[in-house]
């Protein structure tokens, strides 16, 4: 029954478990072949606290020696610069020049346009455009070491974006030589308290972590600084020059004034609450969007049980209505999500609670103005705002859209500005933002939800130096699954991997202990792990040097004559076909190498041999090194996902190459084939 509804026939499941009584359990998104693929583990050293007080964390700014630009280095050519309205990249530009550098200029415009020798200009928001700009200077041979982006500094281009397509650009190309982009900005980071901050901005922070994590040959920085008055000083050009000339390890750096600062992270105790001196009102009105998942009703549970407060719960899915919910529990079954929910708010408002329960999508500014009329003409008042609505982010930065990303920012950023407007005139007590430990380690396939969180933490730090009222972002680590990981039975062999997961996550208690303090203490940004920190923070930035460890451990390996293990290819639904031409074996060679596999069909399905969008990257990397030709990441995810359809696509790619070359260059090209 499985394979036919592998095969696309389409099953009357409800039909055939019309007997059973089923439960909903996670499970792989891939099919148990009965193969064992055994790894040994790597001794891990125990860096979990179990002590609550060893959980908090402030971002905190160390001032540190001024970086000096070394005499008569030169810096990576060629070099490219992205300059901005204010004429920080324009004065770079000059200095550089007047080093003798090979410096091209990008500016902001209509359309992909060659201006003048070495100017060019681009659309900030087409994808196209950065192709086009990186295929040119990859033709006339400057594909760029040196990557200068100034366009942080305005305020009308959409940065986040701009990194992203300049590094789906990159990463369509055959570079592999170390690329820097240096991301300038400015009013982006509290350093003095004393900042116009610019929110929006930090969604290129999200940008610039994982840019460097996904693309091993990249390593993005990001330089903030003031313009005081948009008068741009000799110094402040001079600092920058010193930055891009020198190979500092700081990811994030921030001059103000004269001074040179980096952003730590530092631990700091926070005191038991005491609803003395709470923000919290006895009876206040709380709206807690994402108010229906289990961040949502544990935080709403403790507000019921602290100060019976009357709770307005914001949900974008369709929810029963209060005089359906008794009919609802008698018709569904006890484990149902919507059934649990219902008996999770009876139990509120025993608990002394009056609860609200409205259906809105956070990101529409219409919908969530009818929430607060609603609300108003339900309680006369709101006195603060809890906002959990959040959607998990996924999928590496080469395949990443603007469509998709949207599901993943709109929640975070766009609602955030939408319930700021919203209810920005009823003198709030609070307003509390759920962000996440990605914002400040990134990860593989995280850039989207990275951003949206790095923008969080930039709104509270914003809402800070303005002195507006208490905003708080928490910075959370991973919460325990509330009734599903807990309540689900597991076979024993799995119940040490559950307990591994509960040891580094928090239980609802720890969160409504972390949230009491956290609102104690009125700081505008604290970061929750049960991990330390810094340990986190570097083991992030040692994924920049992930293809780099893995080329050395294959020469190691080939040097000294060990062979790498190799698994039987997996039983497909297709017979094996072994490769026919010389481009067919060395794709299937590279498919082998790094799939561990010791066959590999010219009909075999990347997919179907266990392939994902990592494993992608570094196939496609390794054929761009072997045929010098350009071939796209998404070559992979169409119709190129066999071998002999790749190698199709390979010959033409090379045949396209050979007529733009001499026909010794032609030669060469095809004894490397």
């Known amino acids: 029954l499985g394979k036919l509804w592998q095969a696309g026939v389409e099953i009357n499941w409800s039909e055939f478990y019309q007997s059973q009584r089923c439960y909903r359990l996670p499970l792989p998104t891939y099919p148990f072949e009965r193969q064992r693929f055994w790894i040994e583990p790597q001794t891990k050293v125990n860096l979990i606290s179990q002590d609550i007080n060893d959980w908090f964390y402030v971002p905190v700014w160390k001032q540190t020696i001024p970086i000096k630009a070394p005499i008569n280095q030169q810096i990576m050519q060629p070099c490219l610069v992205f300059v901005d309205g204010l004429g920080v990249g324009a004065e770079l530009v000059r200095e550089l020049q007047q080093q003798g550098q090979n410096v091209m200029i990008v500016q902001a415009g209509d359309k992909f346009a060659q201006l003048r020798d070495g100017v060019y200009s681009i659309h900030p928001q087409t994808k196209a455009d950065y192709d086009a700009l990186i295929q040119e200077l990859c033709l006339i041979n400057k594909a760029p070491k040196m990557i200068v982006h100034c366009w942080g500094i305005s305020t009308n281009i959409d940065n986040f974006w701009s990194l992203i397509f300049l590094a789906q650009a990159l990463g369509q190309e055959p570079i592999n030589d170390e690329v820097q982009i240096m991301v300038i900005t400015n009013n982006l980071h509290n350093v003095t308290g004393e900042e116009d901050l610019v929110p929006e901005k930090s969604t290129l922070l999200g940008a610039c972590k994982v840019i460097g994590q996904e693309f091993t040959n990249i390593t993005c920085r990001n330089i903030d600084m003031l313009i005081p008055q948009q008068r741009i000083k000799p110094i402040l050009i001079k600092k920058l020059l010193a930055e891009i000339t020198t190979n500092s390890e700081d990811l994030t750096v921030a001059y103000r004034g004269q001074h040179r600062w980096i952003q730590t992270f530092e631990k700091t105790q926070l005191e038991t609450a005491n609803l003395a001196n709470s923000p919290l009102r006895q009876g206040g009105v709380y709206l807690i969007t994402g108010g229906l998942g289990g961040i949502g009703l544990t935080i709403a549970e403790y507000l019921a049980e602290t100060v019976q407060a009357k709770l307005v719960l914001i949900g974008r899915s369709q929810f029963p209505s209060r005089d359906e919910w008794e009919q609802w529990l008698i018709t569904h079954d006890d484990q149902n999500t919507i059934s649990l929910t219902i008996k999770k708010l009876h139990h509120l408002e025993k608990i002394g609670a009056e609860v609200l329960v409205l259906t809105a999508d956070v990101t529409n500014l219409e919908q969530m103005q009818s929430v607060k009329q609603q609300v108003l003409a339900e309680f006369g008042e709101i006195n603060g705002v809890i906002h959990a609505a959040g959607v998990p982010g996924g999928g590496i930065i080469q395949l990443k859209t603007p469509e998709i990303a949207a599901r993943v920012l709109a929640p975070k950023v766009q609602g955030t500005l939408i319930i700021d407007k919203v209810f920005c005139d009823e003198e709030l007590d609070l307003f509390m933002l759920c962000s996440s430990l990605t914002s400040i380690l990134g990860g593989l ?7 949206a969180n790095a923008f969080l933490d930039g709104f509270a730090q914003s809402k800070a130096c303005q002195q507006k009222p208490l905003t708080i972002a928490i910075n959370w680590c991973g919460w325990q699954e509330v009734e599903m990981l807990v309540n689900t039975t597991i076979p024993k062999e799995l119940k040490n991997h559950r307990q591994e997961h509960l040891n580094q996550a928090i239980s609802p208690q720890e969160g409504v202990e972390i949230f009491s303090r956290i609102l104690h203490s009125r700081l505008p940004q604290v970061v929750v792990s049960k991990q330390n920190i810094d340990e986190q923070i570097k083991q992030s930035h040692a994924k920049l040097n992930l293809a780099t460890q893995l080329d050395k451990l294959e020469k190691q390996l080939s040097k000294s004559n060990l062979s790498q293990q190799f698994h039987p290819r997996p039983n497909l639904k297709n017979p094996y076909i072994a490769p026919r031409s010389d481009i067919e074996k060395t794709i299937a060679e590279v498919w082998q190498q790094i799939m561990g596999l010791e066959q590999v069909g010219i009909d075999d399905n990347f997919f179907d041999l266990g392939g994902h969008s990592l494993l992608a990257t570094q ?55």
């Open 445 to 451: 396939g995280q850039v989207d939800y990275c951003a």
């Open 619 to 673: 196939i496609i990397s390794q054929l761009r090194k072997t045929f010098s030709i350009e071939i796209p990441l998404n070559s992979l995810f169409s119709d190129s996902s066999t071998i002999i359809n790749l190698a199709e696509k390979v010959e033409q790619l090379i045949l396209e190459k050979i007529e733009n070359l001499s026909e010794e260059e032609a030669q060469r090209l095809l004894e490397v084939s």
